[in-house]
T-cell receptor, first 110, second 114 residues
Framework: QQQVKQSPQSLIVQKGGISIINCAYE??????FPWYQQFPGKGPALLIA?????SEKKEGRFTISFNKSAKQFSLHIMDSQPGDSATYFC?????????FGGGTRVLVKP | KAGVTQTPRYLIKTRGQQVTLSCSPI?????VSWYQQTPGQGLQFLFE???????NKGNFPGRFSGRQFSNSRSEMNVSTLELGDSALYLC???FGTGYGYGYTFGSGTRLTVV
């Protein structure tokens, strides 16, 4: 049972462009929505997170937008850089168990 | 401050064998969670241990088991290995149980079953 659906599976963006990744969730008990970034050979690392009482959170070039009524949240990577090339996962925790989206492989072309 | 340490980094086993993976959490962290990562299924929760007790378990067969020691180090065991068990096994540590305490992943153990 997939409780967090992520799209697209992959995307290619030019340097300086905007990367947008979307996630939809089903379980309204989720109360915290983190995004993780994973480089090859490494474990996922927390990138940015949002609580459902906030509609947007920005940290540097990374912004989360949250739509509680639609049960959707998205990650925007502004001014994408080649170093941003990685796999991104949205997630939602229930207790200490994280339910992850399927992941989006982002390739930023120079 | 040292991160989460997983050993070994790579492992090749034969079908039918068993394997034990180790995870040393960040100093002071008492919770260790394990995840399986595969291209097809993504990241799947295996189980969580806190203060030597299993607090939560994912939907995996009984061949997958774990334990936690008094120093919070954790081991994960897979018995009677199958080809489909080939995956990256990740552990994550946190200070307490409950996501609000923070969650740090190790670099994983890459298990290949042949």
């Amino acid at each position: 049972q997939q409780q967090v659906k992520q799209s697209p599976q992959s995307l290619i963006v030019q340097k300086g462009g905007i990367s947008i990744i979307n996630c939809a969730y089903e379980n309204t008990a989720f109360d915290y929505f983190p995004w993780y970034q994973q480089f090859p050979g490494k474990g996922p690392a927390l990138l940015i997170a949002i609580r459902p009482d906030v509609s947007e959170k920005k940290e540097g070039r990374f912004t989360i937008s949250f739509n509680k009524s639609a049960k959707q949240f998205s990650l925007h990577i502004m001014d994408s850089q080649p170093g941003d090339s990685a796999t991104y996962f949205c997630a939602a925790p229930a207790g200490n168990k994280l339910t992850f989206g399927g992941g989006t492989r982002v390739l930023v072309k120079p | 401050k040292a991160g989460v340490t997983q050993t070994p980094r790579y492992l090749i086993k034969t079908r039918g064998q068993q394997v034990t993976l180790s995870c040393s959490p960040i100093s002071g962290h008492r919770s260790v969670s394990w995840y399986q990562q595969t291209p097809g299924q993504g990241l799947q929760f295996l189980f969580e241990y806190f203060s030597e007790t299993q607090r939560n378990k994912g939907n995996f067969p009984g061949r997958f088991s774990g334990r936690q020691f008094s120093n919070s180090r954790s081991e994960m065991n897979v018995s009677t290995l199958e080809l489909g068990d080939s995956a990256l096994y990740l552990c994550a540590s946190s200070f307490g149980t409950g996501y609000g305490y923070g969650y740090t992943f190790g670099s994983g153990t890459r298990l290949t079953v042949v």
